[in-house]
C-alpha cells in the first residue's frame, strides 16, 4: 500500500533505531509498538491532525526512512528527524569513567527521542505509578485492544492507535477496574486528559518549564514528568526521581553502595544536562545494580478489590 507521506532523512550523527526509538515500547505486547522482522519499526500514534502509523527503517549508519499512513501521516513523517534524537546533543558529552566511555564507545546510536507527544506519554506514565512496570505494561495492552482504534496502513500485524484525550475520559469506572487500575491512577488519567490541550503545550517549552507545567497536574509528581520528558520532549537531563530501584541501580553501579534519591542527585551532578543519557549508557555497561536481598515491589490484583 502506498503511503500517505514519506520523509528521507540524513541524520547529522549516528542513530542505531531500535535503541534510540525503543524506549517509546510500553512492553513486549504494545499494541502501538510493533518491531517487524526486517528489523523496520512500526508505531501507531495520534497526531493533533489525527492517528498515524509510522513506518521506520534504517539505511544506514545515518540514513532513514519514514513512511506513514492515516490522516496524521504528514505530521508523522515531519516529527521524525526528532524522533530519531535530531535535538540530542550529545557532542559535548564526557563520559568521565572507565565504563561510560566504553560503553558509550560501543553505543554511538544511542539518541534519546523526542516524539512532541506529551499527553500520549503521560497516561502510560501515570500507568506506571507505584506498581510493577509488568502490571502496568499489561494494562495499557488491555486498554488499547479494548479502547484504541486500528492504526491505519499495512501492518504486520493488528495494532492500535492510543485514545484520544475524549476517548480516556469516556473509559466507564469498570472497565478500568477490568485493566487492572486502582481508582487513584484512573482518576488521574481522567483528570489530565480534560487538561490534554494545556498539557501539549510542554512540548514547546524549556525543559524547566515543561516539568513545572506537568508537574501542576493533578497526581503528576516529579517522577512521572521525568518519564514523560525523557521520551516526549528528548530530555537527555530527566531523571526519575522517586524510581523504586533507580537510586540503588546507580549507586552501585557508580560507588558500589546503596543510595538514596538525594545522593543519586549529587553521584549524578558532574553529568548535569546530561544526567538521563548516563543512567541510559550505564543500563548498556552490563552492570545490574545490587543484588536482590530486599523485597521486592509486589504484584497488586486491583481487579480483585
Known sequence: MTPDARLDWRAPHSCELPQTVGSLRRGPGDPAYLTAPDRTIW???RMAEGPATMRLSQRGPDEFRCEAWGPGAAAAVASAPELLGARDGAAGFEPRLPALAEAHRRNPGLRVPRSGRVFEAL???ILEQKVITLQAHDSWRV???RFGEPAPGPVPRPMRVPPS???WRMIPSWEWHRAGVDPQRSRTIVRVAALAERVEEAAGMTPAEARARLTLLPGVGSWTAAEVAQ???GDADAVSVGDYH?????GHALEGRDMSDEEMLVA????AGQRYRVIRLLGLTGHRGRPRRGPRM???DHRSR
Do not use: D, I, K
Not at 549524578?268 to 553529568?271: K, Q
Open 298 to 300: 509486589s504484584f497488586v
Open 123 to 125: 497516561v502510560p506514565a
Open 231 to 233: 521520551r516526549a520532549l
Open 165 to 167: 484525550a475524549e476517548g
Open 268 to 271: 549524578l551532578a558532574p553529568w
Open 246 to 250: 533507580l537510586a540503588n541501580f546507580v
Open 143 to 145: 486498554l488499547l485492544r
Open 43 to 45: 508505531r501507531a500514534t
